[in-house]
């Protein structure tokens, strides 16, 4: 991306907020979002008492965008569902969310990250957080590439918890 392209979309990311700033339903679904947006965006929401529920869908979110929300998520106790299907949140990303969410943040309970890349390497993470986490209602994970192996301990551990993992996994 050329300078002005860079510089047009954090215009429109920032436009975007600005319109969704007062809402409790922020839907930035399919917007071309990168972790550079992300970045912005979880600067804003870090004191933003109005979003509860967080749409990001289909975008171009990876690991770097997935930290960028969980350091967000440290100090936001307001969202209360996070949907990140279709984006590219790999198991980095993965691992330091879990640990904000088991260690600083307890307000998420649904959280959609279904066709993404984490995979087994990220199945410890997800086990501790169900642990300690009393909140979370909803996990989902289908569509990454996680093994039947660790697919049976998620969802043993999430039926013991009452936490949903979602269709087809």
Known sequence: MSSNEIASQHETILHLID???????????????????????AERLQSNKNCKVLH??????GDDGMVYLA???K???TITD??????????????????????HNRTLIVIDL??????DDSIDGILDLF???NNLRGLML??????????????????MKNISLGNDF
């Open 142 to 159: 289908t569509g990454n590439k996680i093994s039947d192996e660790s697919k049976t301990k998620l969802r043993e551990t999430a039926r």
């Open 114 to 119: 279904m066709y993404n890349q984490i995979t």
């Open 82 to 103: 996070l949907y990140l299907a279709a984006n590219d949140i790999g198991d980095r990303g993965m691992k330091t969310f879990c640990q904000v969410m088991k260690d």
């Open 75 to 77: 100090t936001n106790q």
């Open 56 to 61: 990001l869908h289909l975008n171009n979110i």
């Open 19 to 41: 319109v969704l700033t007062n809402g409790s339903n922020w839907n930035l679904n399919a917007q071309k979002l990168t972790d550079d947006d992300v970045k912005i965006l």
């Open 71 to 73: 350091e967000m998520l």
């Open 131 to 133: 642990e300690v986490n």
